[in-house]
């Protein structure tokens, strides 16, 4: 099998472009990654594009924009996991020794739809009845504190710790550090939720190119290389689920540190689906970084904070950086790349050599999540 490596990393900062096409958003960071990589765009032989609600052909309105057309352009659709689901699928044609260099693109136009909650499937019976994220998270941080004592202060301090990265992030969407007051005190959207502790929409696009590891080190001396790409679906639970156990990052996480030959211990740096606060706190218990129900005393330990044990989302995550959702997960490639290369500056993890990246997607009654797909990176 063949290994595969990242060669080049490029991403467009995150915000609200009304103004731009999806293709206007998509192409800088097409060439960014390109540029990054040192490749001639001849050379690329493929492409995987991943957007929730872009609409058809993405893939090749992107790469019109650049005359890179005429090569297979697969376009994904996996919801807030479609950019990792297709850099999932570029990883195994690379491994499979199909394609020596290809190109993976996120990229996402939230503010087409005017703001509010994203639009989801209506004759799904749940989203019916008024279940819309905020709330089904809600739920999940409301049986989270009864059940393990998590109190609306450790919640805060998940945003805080985000906004205090986002910061040091030309990238995000929002650069503006916050207390544990402003968080408290910001309006309530679901309780316990307050806005602060909640993911903005808006706009975006990030891109990759993924290469064999012969290629990647003609291309440059320092590649990271992929040591998990794991991809599931959730499991349909009829009645009762366990809200405070997110069933399928559990599964999916075990398989990547399996085939990666790492643990939770080996993680220097994550990017997780933080898209509410409490999604931060569940997915330490879910990979191992905290003992189940502990979350709460790892964020007060600082032991995610940048310096810590392990840095959870330097990049600010997805309540500081921005969640367009389809650029998310190749977003969160991008800034595993570059910690891992000691690219970030103010914001860089010491010494960072084993990153993390996670990212689910999808509401559907009877499942946790509709999609995760966690990669493991090294250098």
Known sequence: MVRAAIAGVGMVPFAKMREKSLADIGWPAVKAAIADAGIEPKALQACYCGTSLGG????????GRMGLTGIPVTNIENACSSSSSALAQAVLA???GKYEAVLVVGAEKLTKFGGGTLPLEKEDWEVSQGLVMPALYAMRAKRYMHEYGLTELQLAKVSVKNRKNGALNPDAQYRQAVTVEDVLGSRMIAEPFTL??????GDGAAALVVTSEKLARK??????????SELTSGRFTAGF???TTPEITVRG??????EAGLGPEDIDVAEVHDAFSIAE???????GFSKKGEAGALIDSGATEIGGRVAVNPSGGLISKGHPIGATGAAQVVEI???LRGECGPRQVPGAKVGLAHATGGGISGFDHGACAIHILTR
């Open 56 to 63: 058809m052909m993405a893939g090749q309105r992107i790469l």
């Open 94 to 96: 690379v491994r499979a």
């Open 196 to 201: 602060l502790q909640c993911c903005p929409t």
């Open 219 to 228: 291309l440059r001396s320092d590649p990271v290389f992929v040591a998990a």
């Open 241 to 243: 689920r366990d809200m």
């Open 253 to 258: 996480a075990a398989e990547a540190y399996e």
């Open 281 to 287: 706190l569940i997915y330490y218990d879910a990979f």
């Open 337 to 339: 790349t570059r910690q």
